[in-house]
């Protein structure tokens, strides 16, 4: 209480002396940078993120800016509601004040999902055998360090165990973080291949058609909240039934029911967006590429280099504008069709989301233009006493949208027309964007195929 009371008083000080003291010198010195409500937060995992540090002069006339551009870097580090900053000016010397409102840090996350690749391919089978249940817990900003740590247990009619825990900086001098994961996959079904750009399932009751283990570790290099790279070494065992073999033996290259192999992986991330979880502005790039060893030859080596790109445009106070590029080349003597994966999963041309596009290598545009319709800052809970949940904001956008894809298959087009075609979809669309990172997307489309239609979405379009 008696905190609390000293940060009130210590923020309307600042608010007073902000309107008395402005700053009248060409160039300032900041004098000292302290923060507000980070109970939890430590105030090292702040000020690793900011570009300037105390002691570093600054024109007068770029100081409004750079506090700006720091507060954007707080706030997309997804630990606070909402960010905000004071400043004093006196005799050339500039103290600043950083005051945050954290989040809920440790939470159950039910599951309680549909056995599918997304819920509009789940809504056309609308079989209710096919559902997932369990429980995610994630507890984030683990120690107060920005670290991560998620356990997720599945059951159901797919059976999923995995825990994970990442921390940003284990050598903060060098800005080296490291990240660990093991996970378990087993499922009464499979799909063994793609008919009409439709996936083909086989399920089984004694036996299950699919099981995959993985182990993985990796190393951070991590700049800054926009700027990181990774390398990231993992050990993969999958298995599948005798049944899955004899409907495809090229499922796996090899004429086996099982395989192992270690991936090496190193990709690159710039994110200079002004939001993380909606953006309006600025740029996003990345880029990877990956090794895959086959181990007790049970598969041929491959490698897959990705690469994304988006520009979002502000282009008036209420009109936005984005267009971004994603391709995939995937180079192997011989391909297996466990790893024939293109578009109908995390990527994919709106208005193609029941489909199934198969390849090695593609090629994805997308464009939109937004237009806001409603931005509340919070819609106040009265009945809900906890400031980290009792205050919802809601921003509302509507959304017009194309986009163009292609994608090369040389080993299993055959029955699958949609491959090494080029895709077109447009629609439009309303999204709305809430408390906690949640996104809701409702859109219409119409494909080049003459297919049209709503379909659900929960997270950005690109």
């Known amino acids: ?22 700053c009248t010198d060409p160039v300032v010195v900041i004098g000292g940078i302290t923060f507000a409500g980070n109970e939890t937060t430590k105030n090292q995992v702040m000020l690793q993120e900011f570009t300037f540090t105390a002691g570093d002069s600054v024109s007068s006339d770029q100081l409004e800016e750079l506090l700006e551009e720091n507060r954007k870097r707080l706030f997309n ?26 989040r809920f840090y440790l939470y159950p996350i039910p599951i309680l999902d549909f056995a599918e690749r997304n819920f509009n391919a789940w809504l056309e089978r609308k079989d209710w055998s096919r559902i997932d249940y369990g429980i995610n817990l994630v507890r984030k900003n683990f120690r107060g360090r920005n670290e991560d740590v998620r356990l997720r247990i599945q059951q159901g009619f797919n059976k999923r165990l995995e825990l994970s ?11 080296l973080g490291a990240e660990v994961a093991v996970a378990d996959y087993r499922s009464r079904v ?8 439709r996936q083909r399932f086989v399920e089984q009751e004694e036996v299950l058609p699919i099981q995959r283990t993985s182990i993985a570790a990796g190393i951070i290099h991590r700049q800054s909240v926009q700027r990181q ?9 999958e298995q599948i039934s005798d049944s899955v073999f004899r409907l495809n033996p090229e499922y796996y290259t090899s004429a086996t029911t099982e395989r192992q192999y270690m991936r090496l992986e190193l990709y690159k991330v710039v994110n200079l967006r002004n939001n993380f979880i909606y953006p309006l502005s600025g740029s ?23 690469a994304k790109y988006v520009n979002y445009l502000k282009l008036s106070e209420k009109y936005f504008y984005s267009a971004g590029v994603e391709g995939q080349l995937r180079l192997a003597g011989d391909y297996a069709f466990a790893d024939n994966i293109a578009l109908g999963y995390r990527s994919y041309v709106r208005g193609y989301e029941l489909y199934i596009i198969g390849g090695q290598h593609y090629g994805l545009f997308k464009q939109g233009i937004t237009r806001q319709l409603l931005d509340i800052k919070s819609i ?3 009945f809900i006493d906890s400031p980290k949940f009792n205050n919802i904001p809601l921003t509302v ?29 447009t629609g439009i669309g309303l999204h709305a964007v809430t408390f906690y990172d949640l996104v809701f997307r409702l859109e219409y489309t119409l494909n080049r195929e003459g297919d049209r239609g709503f379909y659900f979405s929960g997270r950005i379009p690109f």
């Open 1 to 22: 209480m008696l905190r609390t009371l000293f940060a009130i008083l210590y923020l309307c000080f600042f608010a007073t002396a902000v309107q008395a003291l402005p």
């Open 77 to 102: 580090l997804r630990l606070f509601h909402h960010v905000n900053y004071t400043y004093t000016c006196n005799n050339g010397l500039v103290l600043v004040q950083y005051e945050v409102q954290e």
């Open 165 to 175: 825990y990442r921390v940003p900086y284990i050598i903060r001098k060098y800005n």
């Open 190 to 197: 499979t799909s063994y291949t793609n008919l009409n750009n």
């Open 229 to 237: 790279e990774g390398l990231r070494l993992s050990y993969h065992n």
């Open 284 to 306: 996003y790039f990345e880029a990877g590429v990956a090794q895959s060893f086959f181990l007790k030859d049970t598969g041929t080596n491959f490698t897959t280099a990705r």
């Open 380 to 382: 106040k809970l009265k």
């Open 397 to 425: 956008y509507l959304n017009a949208f194309t986009d163009a894809g292609y994608v090369v298959d040389d080993y299993f087009k055959e029955g699958n027309s949609l491959t090494n075609r080029f895709l077109a979809g």
